[in-house]
């Protein structure tokens, strides 16, 4: 049985994750801030699930959750945020929330958790895994400049870790899901929901289910060999 930490798995993308590793019978460590609507440690699973409450703006605090933490054999960088605000009106906060969720996050989990995952991991070759969300986003941009900056970060950053921590059997891996009915699609321009419908070749959004099992397999199955990869999930609506 892995021990697999899940960023903003409290809905969305995240949520069918956690519920798809739950049911091949992992320990799954939900992380986020608001678990009002979370019930996939109510139900049969619940000894296998547990819930961590924490803001990953609080970056500077990230060493000490995760000091707090089971040994971890695979992390998922899940969470993040973007906001409807026009470049030009974009707050100084919201700039410094994105980057802190987006980008800081992720490479701090990465960097408490990883060195754990090599020092305690099993004894394969593939000692543990980590698993970024990256976004069409980080290719093709995005009206939200700072988080389509954000996902272009964080694929830069899956080949840099890659590099650094593969030779020690760590697995880095990105997946870029196209547009996707979660919260944030809640959050797009309707112009922007006509032009992915447009250029998709499903004619639709995913459902967060059809993106979750790529990160399944990534999480649990791919290769030794697939790494510092980035795994499109996008229909077509980025092709590079
Ligand atoms: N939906 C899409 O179309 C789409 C497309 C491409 C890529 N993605 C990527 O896929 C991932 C998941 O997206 P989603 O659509 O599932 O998003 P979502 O429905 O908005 O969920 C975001 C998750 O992140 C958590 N989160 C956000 N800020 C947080 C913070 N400061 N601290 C802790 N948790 C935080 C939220 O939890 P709480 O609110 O409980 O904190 C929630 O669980 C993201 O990395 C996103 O960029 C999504």
């Known amino acids: ?25 992992h320990h799954v460590i939900a992380l986020g801030r608001d678990f009002s609507d979370f019930d996939l440690d109510e139900s049969k ?7 961590i409450v924490f803001d990953l703006r ?4 990230i060493h000490m959750m995760c000091a707090l933490l089971p040994p971890i054999d695979v992390l998922v960088n899940n969470a993040a945020m973007l906001t ?15 980057i802190a969720t987006n980008i800081e996050a992720p490479a701090e989990l990465i960097r408490c958790l990883v060195p754990k995952m090599i020092a305690f991991g099993s004894a394969d070759a593939i000692k543990g895994r980590v698993i970024n969300l990256a976004s069409v986003a980080g290719f093709g941009g995005h009206p939200d400049v700072w988080y389509g900056a954000s996902k272009g ?9 890659a590099k650094l921590y593969g030779p020690e059997g760590i697995m880095v891996n990105a997946v870029a899901p196209g547009p996707t009915k ?15 419908n447009r250029i998709v070749f499903a004619g639709r959004f995913a459902e967060p289910d059809e993106i979750a099992k790529v990160i399944e397999w990534l999480a649990l199955d791919s290769p030794e060999y697939v790494n510092g990869s980035c795994v499109d999930a996008a229909s077509g609506g980025y092709l590079r």
């Open 58 to 61: 609080n970056v500077h605090d």
């Open 153 to 161: 970060a964080i694929l830069n950053m899956t080949k840099s870790l």
């Open 182 to 196: 979660t919260s944030m699609f809640d959050q797009l321009p309707q112009s922007r929901i006509d032009e992915f």
């Open 84 to 98: 409807a605000a026009p470049f030009e009106s974009y707050t100084l906060k919201d700039r410094r929330d994105v």
């Open 1 to 25: 049985m892995k021990t697999i930490l899940v960023t903003g798995a409290t809905r969305g993308i995240g949520y069918a994750t956690a519920k798809r590793l739950l049911a091949r019978g």
């Open 45 to 51: 699973l619940r000894s296998r699930c547990d819930r």
